[in-house]
């Protein structure tokens, strides 16, 4: 803090007390008797002694004979007797003939006015340095407490965790140089939390990626030992492609167990799109019907707006439905609508209520037909994802008969 104002402070009380010490002894010697005045007066009575108009009238004083009867007066409010003169703390000196001159005293008038004026110049002493009082304690206030009290506020927002409000630097105060580190601190925390944060986001993107991604092989692995099993008429071969399906399904359990684990607290999954011929759309449509179920279909030639990994993803995941929910044959129609290639892929399955239909793109949502079937419910949320991720949507239909989707993909 700077020592300036509290120099300063206390450099103006120091004045005004000696200030105050120097007026008071000042007044006190005024009201002391005039002793060069006294001596003119005396001496004026002395030498012009019975003629009382050539009498000095400097002070007022008044005159008793060797009787100590009064003889002459310079005024009505003097001391007209040798006791009272006394009582009065008047002047008395003698003068010729065995004469009393009594000088006047007004020391006690003098002393009342005096304390009156020194009341009056205490009480503005008192008002001005109660005034400087104040200022100073809201300079302290301003410069000390606020200051301390926003660098405790901002620790507690810090421990908190809220690490996107600055804390506001006041260089030339008492705090500034702890305020400038305390606010380099948050920097620091909230850039570290956001690397952190990235670092997590991308091993759980990773996890989520390839544990989905495997069950399309091992899907296809299971349908061929299934295949095999009906083929063989040998008993040992038969249990051995038993043995691979059920591995298989434990494969497919765990891949879905870590999936669940890791999607559910992936807040963003990166998606980068960009420009791609149709006939990649085709070869990725026959890539996820690994099971051969589509019938035969075109795609208009366009160029689209994908991440061809991500509208892989979204192709498996649709067609992973039909074959888990409907095991039917599969159609496939696309067709351009505007800015938009529309891939509709339905099957011929008991499909889902209409009121359910809302519900299937959020998170963990499976349709009422679907609880004896394994699945986390992320299919089609992803689905839907990765599509508007891209620009793109998806749309579910019911269909008289089984259930559609419908993938809008962005024509650039």
């Given at each position: 803090?700077?020592?300036?104002?509290?120099?300063?402070?206390?450099?103006?009380?120091?004045?005004?007390?000696?200030?105050?010490?120097?007026?008071?002894?000042?007044?006190?010697?005024?009201?002391?008797?005039?002793?060069?005045?006294?001596?003119?007066?005396?001496?004026?009575?002395?030498?012009?002694?019975?003629?009382?108009?050539?009498?000095?009238?400097?002070?007022?004083?008044?005159?008793?004979?060797?009787?100590?009867?009064?003889?002459?007066?310079?005024?009505?409010?003097?001391?007209?007797?040798?006791?009272?003169?006394?009582?009065?703390?008047?002047t008395i000196l003698g003068t010729v003939g065995g004469c009393l001159l009594l000088i006047h005293n007004d020391i006690p008038s003098k002393i009342e006015s005096i304390k009156r004026q020194i009341f009056v110049l205490i009480f503005c002493i008192s008002i001005v340095q109660l005034i400087l009082?104040?200022?100073?304690?809201?300079?302290?206030?301003?410069?000390?407490?606020?200051?301390?009290?926003?660098?405790?506020?901002?620790?507690?927002?810090?421990?908190?965790?809220?690490?996107?409000?600055?804390?506001?630097?006041?260089?030339?105060?008492?705090?500034?140089?702890?305020?400038?580190?305390?606010?380099?601190?948050?920097?620091?925390?909230?850039?570290?939390?956001?690397?952190?944060?990235?670092?997590?986001?991308?091993?759980?993107?990773?996890?989520?990626?390839?544990?989905?991604?495997?069950?399309?092989?091992?899907?296809?692995?299971?349908?061929?030992?299934?295949?095999?099993?009906?083929?063989?008429?040998?008993?040992?071969?038969?249990?051995?492609?038993?043995?691979?399906?059920?591995?298989?399904?434990?494969?497919?359990?765990?891949?879905?167990?870590?999936?669940?684990?890791?999607?559910?607290?992936?807040?963003?999954?990166?998606?980068?799109?960009?420009?791609?011929?149709?006939?990649?759309?085709?070869?990725?449509?026959?890539?996820?019907?690994?099971?051969?179920?589509?019938?035969?279909?075109?795609?208009?030639?366009?160029?689209?707006?994908?991440?061809?990994?991500?509208?892989?993803?979204?192709?498996?995941?649709?067609?992973?439905?039909?074959?888990?929910?409907?095991?039917?044959?599969?159609?496939?129609?696309?067709?351009?609508?505007?800015?938009?290639?529309?891939?509709?892929?339905?099957?011929?399955?008991?499909?889902?209520?209409?009121?359910?239909?809302?519900?299937?793109?959020?998170?963990?949502?499976?349709?009422?037909?679907?609880?004896e079937k394994e699945g986390a419910g992320l299919g089609l949320y992803l689905a839907n994802y990765f599509l508007n991720k891209m620009n793109g949507d998806l749309t579910i239909d019911r269909p008289e008969e089984g259930f559609a989707v419908t993938l809008g993909i962005r024509i650039v």
């Amino acid at each position: 803090m700077k020592k300036t104002p509290l120099i300063v402070f206390f450099a103006i009380s120091i004045f005004l007390e000696v200030g105050l010490t120097f007026y008071f002894a000042n007044r006190i010697d005024m009201a002391k008797q005039d002793a060069v005045a006294v001596n003119e007066v005396l001496m004026s009575v002395n030498e012009n002694f019975g003629d009382e108009e050539k009498y000095s009238t400097a002070l007022n004083y008044s005159i008793l004979d060797e009787n100590r009867v009064l003889i002459y007066k310079t005024s009505e409010d003097v001391s007209e007797s040798l006791n009272e003169a006394i009582k009065n703390s008047d002047t008395i000196l003698g003068t010729v003939g065995g004469c009393l001159l009594l000088i006047h005293n007004d020391i006690p008038s003098k002393i009342e006015s005096i304390k009156r004026q020194i009341f009056v110049l205490i009480f503005c002493i008192s008002i001005v340095q109660l005034i400087l009082i104040l200022i100073f304690f809201f300079y302290i206030k301003k410069t000390v407490t606020d200051p301390f009290k926003k660098m405790n506020d901002f620790a507690v927002r810090v421990a908190g965790g809220d690490l996107d409000i600055p804390l506001s630097l006041d260089k030339g105060r008492a705090f500034g140089a702890f305020t400038e580190s305390f606010d380099l601190m948050r920097s620091e925390l909230k850039r570290s939390k956001v690397a952190e944060k990235k670092a997590n986001d991308d091993k759980k993107e990773m996890i989520a990626k390839l544990s989905h991604d495997i069950k399309t092989p091992i899907a296809s692995i299971k349908s061929t030992s299934e295949i095999g099993y009906e083929l063989t008429k040998e008993d040992r071969t038969k249990e051995l492609f038993n043995s691979i399906n059920i591995k298989a399904d434990q494969i497919t359990n765990l891949a879905d167990n870590l999936f669940h684990s890791s999607i559910k607290d992936i807040t963003e999954i990166d998606v980068n799109p960009s420009r791609y011929e149709s006939e990649t759309v085709k070869e990725l449509i026959k890539n996820s019907d690994y099971l051969n179920r589509a019938c035969d279909f075109e795609v208009p030639k366009c160029s689209v707006y994908i991440d061809k990994l991500r509208l892989q993803q979204a192709f498996d995941n649709v067609f992973m439905n039909s074959y888990k929910y409907a095991n039917t044959e599969i159609y496939v129609r696309v067709k351009a609508a505007g800015d938009y290639l529309k891939i509709t892929i339905g099957d011929y399955g008991p499909g889902v209520p209409d009121d359910e239909i809302p519900l299937l793109k959020e998170k963990y949502k499976r349709g009422s037909n679907a609880f004896e079937k394994e699945g986390a419910g992320l299919g089609l949320y992803l689905a839907n994802y990765f599509l508007n991720k891209m620009n793109g949507d998806l749309t579910i239909d019911r269909p008289e008969e089984g259930f559609a989707v419908t993938l809008g993909i962005r024509i650039v």
